[in-house]
């Protein structure tokens, strides 16, 4: 079982950047294809990213696509996810989650087997 906690979310400016992070303790990260998903108030939790167990296989969702990063550190148990150039519409709660499976279907959240409680990026135009 791994335990997944995140951070590095918070109140921006549009334009802004910022780097989540996603910290596993309990079992080490390389044994999990990460993926990071958010929802937005009202809205259902959306895929943004996924990466795989070594880093070499990434996915993106279309609305995110060259503005967004996932990357993972398996030495150090993290895995991040980078944003640029933020836009109000992404505000939302980014969850990271863990899938024990090998690339299964990343896109689906219901293959995730751990989450974290998620981190409040808020976008101030």
């Known amino acids: 079982q791994v335990q997944l906690v995140e951070s590095g979310g918070g109140l921006v400016q549009a334009g802004s950047s910022l780097r989540l992070s996603c910290a596993a303790s309990?079992?080490?990260?390389?044994?999990?294809?990460i993926g990071w998903f958010r929802q937005a108030p009202g809205k259902e939790r959306e895929f943004v990213a996924a990466?795989?167990?070594?880093?070499?296989?990434?996915s993106y969702a279309d609305s995110v696509k060259g503005r967004f990063t996932i990357s993972r550190d398996n030495a150090k148990n993290i895995a991040y996810l980078r944003i640029n150039s933020l836009k109000p519409e992404d505000t939302a709660v980014y969850y990271c989650?863990?899938?024990?499976?090998?690339?299964?279907?990343?896109?689906?959240?219901?293959?995730?087997?751990?989450w974290g409680q998620g981190t409040q990026v808020t976008v101030s135009s």
């Open positions: 989650g863990a899938d024990g499976a090998d690339w299964g279907n990343p896109l689906d959240l219901w293959g995730y087997d751990y």
């Open positions: 309990g079992r080490t990260l390389s044994t999990y294809t």
């Open positions: 990466i795989s167990k070594r880093g070499l296989r990434t």
